[in-house]
């Protein structure tokens, strides 16, 4: 039994000491145990929270895409088995175009799918993509701000601004950025490092040659509402640093359809809503272009956070509580083990059987060589071309000091901790919204 135990049950029989027969108090005693037990564990399970200087190490890659896009990006974060799955459905949809996405999948995944480069950064960098579900679980305003911390820096150097393909707007003190187009969304191209490795020399954006479809709307390849039956919409709310996902009510867009079900015979309009997406060719649909201002990503926010359940923290939380559980092994929490490991054990199929050699006869090793004198390796380049751009390619390792940004606590951090304070979502601009962790004496993993 460790000391907190110990402690735990001490407490619960001076409880039980002080009641007397029939008391309510060892009920009571009971209940504050329990709640005692699931603090201890919550405490033990959840990772260590990322410094400011980490946070934006961990967002820079995606920090200036479009809003909407960073909201399906962070919501499919927390599924990173899904996202497996997906890149490799991509891969045989390239061979197969009648394959249909599985219906298990979260909406936020499916909307990914629209994405392909994205996902396929997502499922070779697990290490990433779970860090970032964990950073929305428990340090989603942290996630945000760091966000626009970087935001800030892009736009004072010229990095980014409105043009053709992108709005660049500030709005209450935050950058946002939406797409030009209702139909489609050009994401961004630029290298994460120059927002954080020393002397990286700052270049503006350029853009991937091919737009994606936008993927809350109908015609997009792998809109959602094919699988989950009505259309799964994402945004971020920079007011109260919020970020949300889920169903978006669309009953006031009316659709054309022309004989556009596989499964009945129908000629006229038809609510949106009403729409069976698992049936419907989208070739044989249209909304009038008068209603495209209703795919508004304002409105889509203030529809779908009418819904409590919609809101990515809550769920990300109840998420990672629930895997907690399930995968806990004796002194090994969840926090700690390789998710890359339990998607290779579940996604791979294991070797046929191998017939190994027997014990490995003992050979004679030579001595270890003689050192020789070779010259010394040449630094690398700062800015060493690479070859093809990838989505959101993944980050170098990035050194501890000095910090590519300078004093990471100046800037977007400083102002919302000075100016929200504790109003915006239950704690300071380091909390975001979560209980205080206690960090450990031991250094951290990495």
Known sequence: MTHNEMLKVGAAALVLLLAGPGSAYPVLAQEQVAAADASSDAAATSPEPLSADEMEVLVARIALYPDELIAVITAAALYPLEIVEAARFLDRYEKDKSL?????????????LNYPGIVKMMSDDLEWT????????????DVLVAIQQLRDEAVAKGVIKS?????VVKENDNFVIKSASPEVIYVPQYRPQMFYEPDYVWEPIRYYPDPY??????????FAGAVTGAIWAAAVDWDDWGVWGGRWNGNDIDIDCNNCFNNRHFNGKINFNDVDWKNIDRDKINIDRNQFNKFDQTNIKNRIEKNGDNAIRDRARDIKKNDKLANRVPGKTAATRDIRKSTLDRLKAKPANVTRPANKPNIQKPAARPTANRPAAKPAKVNRPAGKSKPAA????????????????RGKATKVSSNRGHQSMGGGSRGGGHKQIKRSSGGRRR
């Open 394 to 409: 993944r980050v170098d390792n990035r050194p501890k000091k000095p910090s590519g940004l300078g004093n990471v606590n």
């Open 100 to 112: 249909k996405p599985k219906d298990s999948w979260d909406g936020s995944v499916v909307s990914l």
């Open 213 to 222: 479809p936008y993927y809350v709307y109908p015609g997009a390849t792998f």
């Open 163 to 167: 043009d053709d393909k992108i709005q």
């Open 130 to 141: 779970q860090t970032l579900g964990d950073a929305i679980a428990y340090q989603q305003k």
